[in-house]
């Protein structure tokens, strides 16, 4: 951040000025009088910094209607000085921790053991006295927000929101905003912010090339949320374009699009990063679970209130079952320690349990734990699937919670197979990177043990201390077989999980036979595409059971895209509302059946994860060859496309990215379209989405 006034202050002037924001923050309809006694100063020293942090932009200065002459002004701190506030507040603690920690040197030979607030993310001898938020005082953000309302705005993405909301209220300390670029560099290349400070995750804010060419370092920004509240404004002191190419490969390990963050990075997040500081005026609305949510300060003051010192964090995005039960119990147990259940619920792994119906499940299991010693709280984090780097972040950000130790689990925060078809992350690469950083982090790893059940003594153990393995019955149900069992209505044993979550999960997964799908055919136009679709809708319509929908390509850009050209752009917006349209169908038990050429695997891909949280996305690929779609060009597209009469017309002048693996590959030169039909039935009936007879 950029100094705030001309001349580099003395720590004497630092201390004045933050002071005299902090003064107008808590009143800023005071006099000047009032203001200068106070600060303990005169009113023509008062009026000099009153000047100097005006030309700064650090106050506003208005005039004052009244019949009092000697308040013809009235001073407000504006966004840029509330973050310069928040800037300062750090120094001048930093100061007066030295100045006590000399001071208790003098007087007992020993120092007094605190840390100033550049080295936040060691250990603190009281892990519950409340942490810094970014948060202004009511009054400030009241007139902040109409200042704010004349600012360029940007909208802000499910992701960026995450990430604001625990960066204003402390879970993201010590950040103060959205990471420069010199901090950016020292966080993708060693984990370390400028000031040397660890922090293993960007934190960033993604910008359209658009958006950024019209905002210069300097300037303040209004962020709104989805409906268009103005959540925070940020002080821009950067603006840069990323290698995201490095950033994948530092911090997710490899460069891979199999990675759900690497594909969201390179294919959905903004080209440009802009950072500052933030200032923050309202946290985000949330009208679900709101008893549950609780900031860092909150639990913290939970904690202190009930006298817990030592609490154990169990991170979790999946349904709680009873091995999960038993390893929290024994960790718990063996730290000595109370226990907090905190279930990310911003954004999983794509594919995961809506967190509506996870939450669900959690406080079904929470009446199995003891009330006094455990307590559940929702973090609205969006996670980033980092494997090692994202365990030492969940860490941090459970540090900021009060917690004193967190269960890292085998894998933990893995996304799963490359392109490859091999894990990402070893198997203990999370809790190796996590056990290094542990003492400059001051929070403790209980390493996840592998839980089993052992038949013979009706009991969970952990695998590694079975000592007759050879003698005992060893049951376990990966997730894999979980839900497969679930999409086929088999039966979920009781040593398994509790019947209260299995009733959950059946009630909002039924069997695939019962759920909604979509079947999404791609291919070149001509291809045949249309017409197994509507072949397939009057087989399915034939037998009944459940609403069938088709949104060919034709007949949604008559309908929906009407106003759409053929360019990249507007293709890919036709492609995403297709997906928006079947995922609604999906959702509510219906089948989309979606007929458009839909090129480029980056939509399809990202339409595919948006159906998939509903229900099953059967991609099938209509691979008739480009001469045979030409030969067949009865509305003579083709020929005006070879002529250069039709820009960008897929398979001649713009590319088409051949579906890798398609659930269904047709080939429609040799056979008919009936025989096209049923083989896709065929496969919808493998799969379970439609009951054989």
């Not at 009143?27 to 009032?34: G, M, V």
């Not at 504006?78 to 208790?104: I, M, P, V």
């Not at 895209?561 to 609604?584: C, M, P, Q, T």
Request: aromatic share 8%; hydrophobic share 35%.
């Amino acid at each position: 951040m950029q100094p705030a006034l001309e001349n580099a202050p003395t720590p004497e002037e630092e201390d004045l000025l933050f002071r005299m924001l902090r003064q107008l923050d808590l009143a800023p309809d005071a006099s000047q009088r009032s203001t200068a006694q106070a600060l303990g100063i005169s009113l023509g020293r008062l009026n000099a910094q009153l000047r100097a942090a005006t030309q700064a932009g650090l106050v506003k200065v208005t005039e004052r209607n009244g019949p009092d002459k000697r308040q013809r002004f009235a001073y407000s701190i504006t966004a840029r000085g509330a973050a310069e506030q928040l800037h300062l507040r750090d120094r001048f603690l930093s100061r007066k921790f030295a100045e006590y920690d000399a001071l208790h040197a003098e007087l007992t030979g020993t120092s007094s053991g605190l840390n100033p607030f550049q080295h936040r993310t060691k250990h603190m001898q009281n892990s519950h006295a409340p942490i810094p938020e970014l948060y202004v005082s009511h009054e400030s953000a009241l007139k902040l927000k109409v200042e704010a309302a004349d600012l360029a705005s940007w909208d802000l993405t499910p992701r960026q929101i995450c990430d604001l909301e625990l960066l204003m209220n402390g879970g993201f300390n010590p950040l103060k905003g959205f990471l420069s670029e010199e901090d950016y560099d020292g966080v993708v290349e060693n984990m370390r912010l400028a000031d040397g400070s660890l922090w293993p995750m960007p934190i960033t804010l993604d910008v359209s090339e658009a958006f950024a060419g019209n905002i210069e370092p300097g300037q303040d920004i209004a962020l709104r949320d989805q409906e268009g509240v103005i959540l925070a404004i940020m002080s821009v002191t950067d603006s840069w374009t990323p290698n995201k190419s490095r950033e994948a490969e530092k911090v997710f390990g490899a460069d891979d699009d199999a990675h759900p963050a690497v594909n969201y990075l390179h294919n959905v997040a903004g080209p440009v990063y802009l950072g500052g500081p933030i200032t923050g005026i309202q946290q985000p609305v949330h009208y679900d679970f709101r008893a549950r949510r609780d900031t860092p300060n909150e639990l913290r003051a939970y904690f202190r209130k009930l006298g817990w010192r030592k609490i154990v964090a169990f991170q979790t995005r999946n349904p709680l079952h009873r091995a999960h039960q038993e390893l929290t119990f024994r960790a718990a147990k063996e730290c000595q320690a109370n226990l907090l259940i905190h279930p990310v619920v911003g954004m999983t792994k794509p594919g995961d349990v809506d967190h509506f119906t996870r939450v669900r499940c959690y406080e079904a299991v929470l009446d199995k734990y003891p009330a006094a010693t455990t307590t559940m709280s929702l973090l609205p984090l969006a996670m980033r699937m980092a494997g090692p780097r994202e365990a030492v972040w969940h860490g941090l950000i459970r540090k900021n919670h009060g917690v004193t130790h967190f269960i890292v689990g085998r894998d933990h925060a893995g996304p799963g197979s490359n392109s490859a078809g091999e894990d990402f992350y070893g198997p203990y690469d999370a809790q190796e990177m996590f056990r290094a950083h542990e003492e400059e982090m001051g929070i403790e790893m209980v390493p996840f043990k592998h839980m089993v059940y052992v038949q013979e003594r009706a009991q969970y153990e952990p695998i590694d201390e079975i000592e007759d393995k050879d003698n005992v019955t060893i049951l376990n149900i990966s997730g894999t077989e979980l839900r497969r069992r679930l999409a086929e209505g088999l039966e979920i044993p009781d040593w398994f999980s509790f019947p209260d979550v299995v009733k959950e999960l059946r009630r909002t997964k039924p069997p695939r036979s019962k759920q909604g799908f979509t079947v999404f055919f791609t291919g070149f136009s001509g291809s045949g595409k249309s017409t197994i679709a509507n072949a397939m809708m009057v087989k399915l319509m034939e037998m009944g059971g459940r609403p069938t929908t088709l949104l060919d390509g034709d007949i949604v850009r008559k309908n929906l895209s009407s106003e759409l050209g053929f360019s990249k752009e507007h293709r890919d917006l036709n492609i995403r509302r297709i997906g928006y349209v079947a995922s609604e169908i999906t959702k509510n038990g219906g089948i989309a059946i979606c007929a458009p050429i839909a090129p480029y695997a980056t939509t399809r891909r990202a339409v595919r994860e948006e159906i998939e949280q509903f229900g099953a996305f059967v991609e099938i690929h209509v691979a008739t060859s480009i001469e045979e779609c030409e030969r067949r060009d009865r509305k003579g597209l083709y020929k005006l496309a070879r002529e250069g009469k039709i820009k960008e017309f897929t398979g001649i002048s713009d590319p088409y990215d051949v579906p890798v693996n398609p659930e269904l590959s047709l080939d429609t030169e040799t056979v008919d379209v009936d025989y096209c039909a049923q083989q896709v039935l065929l496969k919808l009936e493998s799969m379970g989405l439609i009951a054989g007879n």
